[in-house]
């Protein structure tokens, strides 16, 4: 088991960036695939980023490609989602998740991902 909890989220200006952290608690953290969504007001949840557990190959969703960078550190147990160029259709809710020795290809789908922490919310003036 791990439980997560996001930080970082605040109200920033468009361009401006931001640092998200995911701290988690439990064993083998090293052993996760991490993952960070996002959902904002009346929109489904969707794929941001993802480092694989087995390699650290990233991911990331086409728009937010070359301004998001998401990294781990494992002997602190945390994930991290760095977020530059920030613009108003960012603003969400922004949660990771954990999914437990999985490096298939389906790591943009929510299902695979076991443990999810409560969010930190992400808004973005213009």
């Known amino acids: 088991q791990v439980h997560l909890v996001e930080s970082g989220g605040g109200l920033v200006q468009a361009g401006t960036s931001l640092r998200l952290s995911c701290a988690a608690s439990g064993r083998s953290f090293n052993s996760y695939t991490m993952g960070w969504f996002r959902q904002a007001p009346g929109k489904e949840r969707e794929f941001v980023a993802a480092i694989i557990w087995s390699g650290g190959h990233t991911y990331y969703a086409d728009s937010v490609k070359g301004r998001f960078t998401i990294s781990r550190d494992n002997a602190e147990n945390t994930a991290y989602l760095e977020m530059n160029s920030l613009k108003p259709e960012d603003t969400a809710l922004y949660s990771c998740?954990?999914?437990?020795?999985?490096?298939?290809?389906?790591?943009?789908?929510?299902?695979?991902?076991?443990?999810w922490g409560q969010g930190t919310q992400v808004t973005v003036s213009s």
């Open positions: 998740a954990a999914a437990y020795l999985y490096s298939g290809t389906l790591y943009v789908d929510p299902v695979k991902y076991n443990h």
